[in-house]
T-cell receptor, first 109, second 118 residues
């Protein structure tokens, strides 16, 4: 079966750095997405990786290792508004997105 | 651009009732999809469409129907509501799927419909 694993919840301090991990086992691979979802709102796109390596976009970076079936999302200089759930999703060989259950990130002052 | 819009935002149904969740996008996206989101679970694909006149089943299609008569609209019909269909429903769209190009495959989500079936 297809599976995406990510921690259920993480806590970090304002101004710090946090890394959210995602491991996957899917039928094929056509890219990995990270989305941010604030409580009661829709998911919004953060990043996309299809090749191994690091993609940096401002305070957010995403890393991919296809051989290890592993990705992480790195958030720097955490702000209170970063409190949200972070969803990892992999596009499989049929170009369907397989979603993890999401990681709820709690930021403390 | 309004992006992806969904109506209604909230709905309460009785078991056995039917209803249609509306979804529209004004970005000329070919690919549209419906997901449901339940606590502790990832988004699950219900139905999707790769263009007008073409629809297909996702992971959890039972109890739902869709149609795609225009590029813009992709309504989801609940045939006979059941308490197990209590969920948050999201519609999403993207330019395409399978092109292997980052910008084209990014999915954009509507605000969601919160459905309670009693």
């Amino acid at each position: 079966g297809q599976n995406i694993d990510q921690p259920t919840e993480m806590t970090a301090t304002e101004g710090a750095i946090v890394q959210i991990n995602c491991t996957y086992q899917t039928s094929g691979f056509n890219g990995l997405f990270w989305y941010q979802q604030h409580a009661g709102e829709a998911p919004t796109f953060l990043s996309y990786n299809v090749l191994d390596g690091l993609e940096e976009k401002g305070r957010f970076s995403s890393f991919l290792s296809r051989s290890k079936g592993y990705s992480y999302l790195l958030l720097k200089e955490l702000q209170m508004k970063d409190s949200a759930s972070y969803l990892c999703a992999v596009m499989d060989s049929n170009y369907q997105l397989i979603w993890g259950a999401g990681t709820k990130l709690i930021i403390k002052p | 651009n309004a992006g992806v819009t969904q109506t209604p935002k909230f709905q309460v149904l009785k078991t056995g009732q039917s209803m249609t969740l509306q979804c529209a996008q004004d970005m000329n996206h070919e690919y549209m999809s419906w997901y449901r989101q339940d606590p502790g679970m990832g988004l699950r694909l219900i139905h999707y469409s790769v263009g007008a006149g073409i629809t297909d089943q996702g992971e959890v299609p039972n109890g739902y129907n869709v149609s795609r008569s225009t590029t813009e609209d992709f309504p989801l019909r609940l045939l006979s509501a059941a308490p197990s269909q209590t969920s948050v429903y999201f519609c999403a769209s993207s330019y395409s799927i399978g092109a292997g190009i980052k910008g084209l495959e990014t999915q954009y989500f509507g605000p969601g419909t919160r459905l309670l079936v009693l």
